[in-house]
């Protein structure tokens, strides 16, 4: 080939490559930190070379406060809980209506299906699918603290100086429910929410000698379990579930009033830009041979059929070391937030937070 020829083709191959790189679609992805491991991240871009994955890792709160913030633009598909998406789509509009044509519902379980979309229907729209799912509940070392089954034990002086808790809205409806009370059912009763939340902050205060550190994440939390400095702790099961194939003296422990379940959604930010790439990403994470790619990753029960057989062996044995049938006939699935609660809610935590031991 003559030079002048050689040149040409590669000048040609550039002006593709860039024209290739120019068209790529860049799908930006805010979400819980597990729920886009490399591994899947790499086989989605490798199957849809004309997408970029671009990933936030955040909570709740951050999500919406990101979204509310830039008016839901600088994502393009957002994963909060099921019971984060009505108040905040009613106060703040940062969601668009799913096109449910095209999403493989078939890949999804239809009672969770059912259940989002009894939290997430606006005006006959559907504004979010299930993802994973999972409980909230605690998690003991049972040679340390064989007889923990309630919230309330957190605070149980035998185990002064070797719990710990996670200062969120959880513990403050685990620790409501143990102590007798049903916050979901006063959420519509501000007075009587404050009531319910004065009482809660007031145990959680005096608990404060108890609490060996208050975990902010997981690694946090698993260092502290698996070096024995903490024997009971408030927890996401799935931290549990891993944990259990480290030292499976540690367990998952379903709080005798329910474990409180929540279900992690897919969403799509009113101002996305990738609809279409979001969709691939969502259809591509619930076929079976990825979902068993992200169990692996989280822990937690996808929103799948047979979710429980797409799950490692080891994560598998932890929830079947978790839970009973009676357990999951008890679970308490979080209910809408109504726009003012989380306010109240985050005013105890900061009281508690605040005060001295």
């Known amino acids: 080939m003559k030079l002048g020829t050689k040149l040409l083709a590669a000048t040609t191959m550039m002006v593709a490559a860039s024209v290739t ?4 679609e860049n799908l930006r992805i805010l979400t819980w930190g597990s729920y886009a491991p490399e591994e899947l991240v790499k086989k989605f871009e490798a199957e849809n070379p004309d997408i970029k994955v671009e990933v936030t890792f ?23 809980s099921h019971d984060r998406i009505y108040a905040a789509q009613v106060e703040y509009n940062i969601y668009k209506p799913l096109d449910l044509s095209k999403i493989n519902m078939d890949q999804l379980s239809p009672n969770l299906v059912e259940g989002v979309k009894a939290n997430t229907t606006i005006d006959g729209e559907v504004y979010a699918v299930p993802h994973q799912w999972g409980t909230s509940g605690m998690m003991a070392n049972v040679k340390e603290a064989p007889e923990a089954k309630s919230w309330l034990d957190l605070c149980n ?28 059912a006063l959420y519509e009763d501000k007075d009587a929410y404050q009531d319910m939340l004065d009482k809660v902050t007031a145990k959680l205060i005096e608990c404060k000698d108890n609490i ?11 260092a ?7 024997v009971l702790s408030e927890t996401w099961d799935s931290t549990a579930f891993k944990l259990y194939g480290e030292n499976q003296d540690i367990h998952f422990i379903p709080p005798e009033t ?5 279900i992690d959604t897919f969403a799509i930010p009113r101002g996305g830009e990738a609809d279409d790439a979001a969709y691939k990403w969502i259809n591509f994470v619930t ?24 799950l490692p062996d080891d994560k598998r044995a932890a929830v ?3 839970f009973t049938e009676a357990d999951m006939d008890n679970l308490k699935f979080f209910a809408n937030i109504p726009p003012g609660i989380e306010d109240m809610e985050g005013l105890a935590l900061e009281r508690i937070k605040a005060a001295s031991n």
Not at 21 to 24: D, N, P, T
Not at 212 to 222: A, F, H, P
Not at 258 to 262: F, H, N, R, V
């Open 157 to 184: 002086p035998e185990y002064k100086g070797r719990t710990s808790m996670r200062l969120r809205r959880t513990i403050l409806l685990g620790m409501g429910f143990a102590m007798g009370m049903d916050p979901f």
């Open 320 to 322: 079947e070391a978790g």
């Open 287 to 310: 076929k079976p041979e990825n979902v068993k790619i992200m169990s692996a990753a989280t822990g937690a029960l996808a929103a799948v059929p047979d979710a429980m057989s797409l």
């Open 21 to 24: 790189l120019a068209q790529a």
């Open 258 to 262: 329910g474990a409180l379940a929540w």
């Open 58 to 80: 955040s909570n709740n709160e951050e999500m919406i406060a990101k979204l509310r913030a830039t008016g839901g633009t600088g994502y393009d598909l957002a994963q909060p």
């Open 212 to 222: 060996k550190t208050y975990w902010t994440g997981g690694d946090d939390l698993s």
């Open 224 to 230: 502290l379990m698996l070096s024995g400095e903490v």
